[in-house]
């Protein structure tokens, strides 16, 4: 099976096909969602607070992100996979960006990085760029910058705000993002950057005109905490159902309804077979 590559989405873009983004964070379901026929798997920092239990994203380091990024790409056999770069991994100066994207690629075997932040950041894009690093830019909502903004706030509202960030995501693709993520801005806004870029726009509480959608895998299956964002569509509820069914288990183990015979071994029964292991059909 051949792995979609950066430059199959950005072709993607020319031909007005959408590019589905997903985040993962571990093996099982990195190869669920590949199975799924995603196009690219996002091993974002939002693994700080989905999968590790942070507030925000700031806690996470490098190590965790290559650690998860490693398992996401023994999982995943189709799926491009990009692994977010930390805060203040990349903040301060192209020799760090450098450095700590080559560990992304090399240990942990992504295929591209995202950073967040515009023309601040357009150097460091550019190193990576220039080194054969293919990179993912972050606009709108930053996570990184939580504290600058007071809150998980809607980006881009005043006329000032929006033509700062329509330039920074001109920036970005100069200084040579192969994509950029456009993260809780209006949809307008979101439809301008993506027809002014020749590379794709990946939208997340971005509107629909972006060029591909990215969620967070947690919230979209219903599995992540109490605070769901209104760009988040539920499409499980998976957390209900795992409660559900560590509760019948429970209850089964008190009252000796679990294991039963089909779930045991006999001494019998393991001397006469080759593969007492398996299920018993
Ligand atoms: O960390 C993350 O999951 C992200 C996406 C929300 C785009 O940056």
Do not use: W
């Not at 571990?26 to 690219?40: K, N, Q, R, S, T």
């Not at 002014?196 to 919230?219: E, K, N």
């Not at 009252?255 to 018993?280: C, D, R, V, W, Y």
């Amino acid at each position: 099976m051949q792995r979609i590559t950066t430059t199959h989405l950005m072709k993607m873009k020319k031909k007005a096909e959408k590019i589905v983004m997903i985040t993962a964070y571990d093996y099982p379901a990195a190869g669920l969602v590949d199975e799924a026929g995603v196009d690219a798997i996002l091993v974002g920092d939002s693994l700080g607070m989905v999968v590790l239990g942070y507030e925000t994203t700031i806690p996470v380091t490098l190590d965790d992100m290559i650690h998860h990024t490693q398992a996401v790409v023994r999982g995943a056999k189709r799926a491009l996979v990009a692994a977010d770069m930390p805060f203040l991994t990349y903040q301060t100066g192209s020799a760090d960006a450098l450095r700590n994207a080559g560990r992304l690629l090399q240990e942990g075997g992504a295929a591209a990085v995202k950073l967040e932040g515009g023309t601040e950041v357009c150097p460091q894009v550019r190193a990576l760029a220039e080194a054969g690093i293919p990179v993912i830019g972050h606009l709108g909502l930053t996570p990184q910058s939580i504290h600058v903004f007071g809150g998980y706030k809607l980006q881009g509202r005043e006329p000032d705000a929006a033509r700062r960030i329509l330039a920074d995501a001109k920036a970005l693709e100069q200084a040579g993002a192969f994509c950029v993520v456009l993260e809780c801005i209006p949809e307008d806004l979101a439809a301008r950057i993506t027809t002014s870029l020749s590379i794709p726009t990946i939208g997340i509480g971005a509107g629909v005109h972006c060029d591909g959608q990215v969620l967070v895998l947690h919230d979209m299956l219903g599995i992540a905490g109490k605070i769901r964002p209104r760009f988040v569509k539920q499409y499980a509820h998976l957390g209900e159902a795992i409660r559900k069914a560590v509760e019948q288990y429970g209850e089964e183990v008190r009252q000796s309804k679990f294991p039963m015979p089909e779930h045991s071994f006999t001494s019998e029964e393991i001397a006469g077979s080759p593969s007492p292991l398996a299920n018993k059909t």
